[in-house]
């Protein structure tokens, strides 16, 4: 990490960080919907279908402020460390685990990077799916990084997350959102069960995530 | 126009001070766990209540400005609302940005201007035809009616009906100037009052389901009892309006059928799409066409009638 951000830093950082939740909140009127845990403080990590860029910034919305501060998006180095502007929002306004996606360091480094900050005390924020989800598809299959990080850290509860309504805000290719309600709605932890094959489990955490998605109120 | 509205205001917010103690005391007598799931929504209601008096008050002080945005942000999260619930896909994309974005700011600042000759039409007109065609250029002719209508009915609803709450300030009566938004005041109080009194009468006489497969929670007794006590109270508020007692009497009752039948109108859509209320915003109260359902079929009716009779 960084030296400690300057004073100027922090304060443009938490301006950015008002303006976009109040234009996150004025575009979809976002609502939590805590099914399965509450919304307290721990070590978690909130895993959610990605069909939009605006995925993780919905769910940071709609945290409450002792959750917000400690939890990091996990999101790929290549995008976030292309131009000052999202080196900055990403870095200091999001806090992002950033991960090299192309692949030039050794596999298993994300998931140590994960397990780090998951030690630290941080929460993490996941996209198992790995890529925007631009299909008819509800969800795509997960990759393996779920596993692999719930094998490193079996005690951490993998929340289900499942975003509504975001990928009709912003379809594929369009510049302007149209406001449309959204929901962020939180599903019953999923851990890893002893001796569970990686593929059984990628298939039990999708299927929670799925059946969150049909759990409409 | 100070005097009258101070007054009006003094009793509106008289009579939330006795709805929050009514709710306060129920609350303690039936609900002190929050088990209650009536009084729980009552007070959550009466909370919101509290909230929309003090914009709207706020928005008077502030004169035709401050009334026109809103309003404007009103339609902004009705047509929001709308939206959600309807078959709008990619190719409407444009259709729909146009709405917000243009449409809305467009429709708001031609009533600010009082440009009655065109923003009495500009929806229904130019918005009508302009839209399918952005829609059509993009060459998805999968349920294009439906969406189409859609789009155009939300419009219409959010926004073209509501625009005419602020409307009723740019009308000139003869002996009234400078008095239009205690013609608002009039008849937001008469929806709000109506509204309510229909549930208060249906609660304490309901027998008789008046449309059942529409809004199971609406009775005969509550229709009559409300629409008559609005009435009451739109003939005692006569001294706000431009009327004598029996013709805002008469305002008073068309208002209220006019919400009635909005209220009916707007479940029937609910019921279609299977879903309780418009939205989450409002805590106690759904979304906001929940609670703008009966402005939006009485305002147009009442404004033109207004002009027609009065200017």
Same mark, same amino acid.
Request: aromatic share 10%.
């Given at each position: 990490?960084?030296?400690?951000?300057?004073?100027?830093?922090?304060?443009?950082?938490?301006?950015?960080?008002?303006?976009?939740?109040?234009?996150?909140?004025?575009?979809?009127?976002?609502?939590?919907?805590?099914?399965?845990?509450?919304?307290?403080?721990?070590?978690?990590v909130?895993?959610?279908?990605?069909?939009?860029?605006?995925?993780?910034?919905?769910?940071?919305?709609?945290?409450?402020?002792?959750?917000?501060?400690?939890?990091?998006?996990?999101?790929?180095?290549d995008?976030?460390?292309?131009?000052?502007?999202?080196?900055?929002?990403?870095?200091?306004v999001?806090?992002?685990?950033?991960?090299?996606?192309?692949?030039?360091g050794?596999?298993?480094?994300?998931?140590?990077?994960?397990?780090?900050?998951?030690?630290?005390?941080?929460?993490?924020?996941?996209?198992?799916?790995?890529t925007?989800?631009?299909?008819?598809?509800?969800?795509?299959?997960?990759?393996?990084?779920?596993?692999?990080?719930?094998?490193?850290?079996?005690?951490?509860?993998?929340?289900?997350?499942?975003?509504?309504?975001?990928?009709?805000v912003?379809?594929?290719?369009?510049?302007?959102?149209?406001?449309?309600?959204?929901?962020?709605?939180f599903?019953?932890?999923?851990r890893l069960?002893p001796?569970?094959?990686?593929?059984a489990?990628?298939?039990?955490s999708?299927d929670?995530?799925?059946?969150?998605?049909?759990?409409?109120? | 126009?100070?005097?009258?509205?101070?007054?009006?205001?003094?009793?509106?917010?008289?009579?939330?001070?006795?709805?929050?103690?009514?709710?306060y005391?129920?609350?303690?007598?039936?609900?002190? *766990?929050?088990?209650?799931?009536?009084v729980?929504?009552l007070?959550?209601?009466?909370?919101?209540?509290?909230?929309?008096?003090?914009?709207?008050?706020?928005?008077?002080?502030?004169?035709?400005?401050?009334?026109?945005?809103?309003?404007?942000?009103?339609?902004f999260?009705?047509?929001?609302?709308?939206?959600?619930?309807?078959?709008?896909?990619?190719?409407?994309?444009?259709?729909?940005?146009?709405?917000?974005?243009?449409?809305?700011?467009?429709?708001?600042?031609?009533?600010?201007?009082?440009?009655?000759?065109?923003?009495?039409?500009?929806?229904?007109?130019?918005?009508?035809?302009?839209g399918?065609?952005?829609?059509?250029?993009?060459?998805?002719?999968?349920?294009?009616?439906?969406?189409?209508?859609?789009?155009?009915?939300?419009?219409?609803?959010?926004v073209?009906?509501?625009?005419?709450?602020?409307?009723?300030?740019?009308?000139?009566i003869?002996?009234? *100037?400078?008095?239009?938004v205690?013609?608002?005041?009039?008849?937001?109080v008469?929806?709000?009052?109506?509204?309510?009194?229909q549930?208060?009468?249906? #609660?304490?006489l309901?027998?008789? #389901?008046?449309a059942?497969?529409?809004?199971?929670?609406?009775?005969?007794?509550?229709f009559?009892?409300?629409?008559?006590?609005?009435t009451?109270?739109?003939?005692?508020?006569?001294w706000?309006?431009?009327?004598?007692?029996?013709?805002?009497?008469?305002?008073?009752?068309t208002?209220a059928?006019?919400?009635?039948?909005?209220?009916?109108?707007?479940?029937?859509? #609910?019921?279609?799409?299977?879903?309780?209320?418009?939205?989450?915003?409002?805590?106690?109260?759904?979304?906001?066409?929940d609670?703008?359902d009966?402005?939006?079929?009485?305002?147009?009716?009442?404004?033109?009638?207004?002009?027609?009779?009065?200017?």
């Open positions: 990490m960084p030296a400690k951000p300057s004073i100027l830093t922090r304060i443009s950082a938490s301006a950015v960080a008002g303006g976009i939740e109040v234009f996150a909140r004025l575009v979809t009127a976002v609502r939590a919907d805590w099914r399965g845990v509450e919304p307290l403080p721990g070590t978690r909130y895993y959610a279908n990605h069909a939009s860029n605006g995925d993780f910034v919905l769910i940071w919305a709609v945290l409450p402020p002792r959750l917000r501060d400690r939890v990091r998006p996990v999101a790929g180095a995008y976030w460390l292309s131009t000052p502007i999202k080196r900055f929002v990403g870095q200091h999001f806090n992002a685990l950033l991960i090299d996606r192309i692949g030039a050794p596999r298993e480094a994300p998931v140590e990077q994960m397990s780090e900050a998951l030690d630290g005390g941080s929460s993490l924020i996941l996209f198992p799916e790995g925007r989800n631009l299909t008819a598809e509800k969800l795509l299959p997960f990759k393996t990084g779920l596993f692999h990080l719930a094998t490193a850290r079996p005690e951490v509860d993998l929340v289900p997350v499942w975003i509504e309504n975001l990928n009709r912003m379809p594929k290719g369009e510049v302007v959102p149209i406001p449309l309600l959204c929901r962020v709605r599903g019953a932890p999923v069960k001796h569970e094959s990686k593929d489990f990628l298939t039990r999708r929670a995530l799925l059946a969150l998605s049909e759990d409409a109120s | 126009m100070i005097p009258d509205l101070i007054t009006l205001l003094l009793w509106v917010g008289g009579l939330l001070i006795v709805a929050s103690a009514v709710g005391v129920l609350q303690r007598r039936l609900s002190p *766990e929050g088990q209650n799931e009536g729980e929504n007070v959550a209601r009466i909370r919101a209540w509290w909230v929309m008096a003090i914009l709207i008050a706020v928005a008077f002080l502030a004169g035709r400005t401050g009334v026109v945005i809103l309003f404007a942000l009103c339609s999260a009705a047509l929001r609302e709308f939206v959600t619930l309807t078959n709008a896909r990619r190719a409407d994309h444009w259709t729909l940005a146009i709405s917000f974005f243009v449409v809305i700011p467009l429709q708001y600042w031609l009533v600010w201007a009082g440009e009655y000759g065109i923003y009495s039409i500009y929806i229904p007109v130019y918005a009508f035809l302009l399918p065609i952005i829609s059509a250029l993009r060459g998805e002719t999968d349920n294009f009616l439906i969406r189409v209508a859609e789009i155009q009915w939300g419009l219409m609803i959010a073209f009906a509501v625009s005419h709450v602020p409307a009723l300030l740019t009308l000139e003869p002996g009234y *100037e400078g008095r239009g205690l013609l608002i005041a009039f008849l937001i008469v929806v709000q009052m109506s509204d309510v009194l549930y208060v009468w249906g #609660k304490l309901g027998r008789r #389901k008046i059942p497969r529409l809004s199971p929670g609406k009775t005969v007794e509550g009559f009892g409300g629409v008559l006590s609005a009451a109270i739109g003939l005692m508020l006569y706000i309006t431009p009327f004598t007692p029996l013709q805002a009497g008469l305002m008073a009752f208002i059928i006019m919400g009635f039948c909005g209220g009916l109108v707007m479940s029937a859509i #609910k019921r279609d799409r299977g879903v309780k209320d418009w939205g989450h915003t409002i805590e106690g109260h759904g979304g906001f066409i609670r703008l009966s402005v939006v079929f009485s305002a147009p009716i009442f404004f033109h009638l207004t002009r027609y009779w009065w200017t």
